[in-house]
């Protein structure tokens, strides 16, 4: 079965950097999309970047794009949220998604979570 394990979440000031990190195993990595969310309290879970399973066209919230990267590393099994320029506002769990994008899986379409990693940016 898919386990998402992230890391790299903690505390940052304003205006700061940081990657969190996503591993899987028990599954292909590289036949998953992967995707961030990230929920704040009192907010709705709400995407934050995801990128296909063929690492092409990734998207990203309005509020993040032009200061986040998604990326993805098929050999570490792993998927990454670069951000930079930090805002207060970017403050909550993080949460790592994998699904396969792809028909003829029988998980096709089927969503995996991480258990999140907290991310506060905080003066």
């Known amino acids: 079965q898919v386990q998402l394990v992230e890391s790299g979440g903690g505390v940052v000031p304003p205006g700061g950097s940081l990657r969190l990190s996503c591993a899987m195993s028990?599954?292909?990595?590289?036949?998953?999309?992967m995707s961030w969310y990230r929920q704040a309290p009192g907010k709705e879970r709400e995407l934050v970047a995801s990128?296909?399973?063929?690492?092409?066209?990734?998207v990203y919230v309005d509020s993040v794009k032009g200061r986040t990267t998604i990326a993805r590393d098929n050999f570490k099994n792993t998927a990454y949220l670069q951000m930079h320029i930090l805002k207060p506002e970017d403050t909550a769990v993080y949460y790592c998604?994998?699904?396969?994008?792809?028909?003829?899986?029988?998980?096709?379409?089927?969503?995996?979570w991480g258990q999140g990693t907290q991310v506060t940016v905080s003066s």
């Open positions: 028990g599954s292909t990595f590289s036949t998953y999309a």
């Open positions: 998604k994998a699904v396969r994008d792809r028909p003829g899986w029988d998980d096709y379409r089927r969503d995996y």
């Open positions: 990128m296909p399973s063929d690492g092409a066209t990734p």
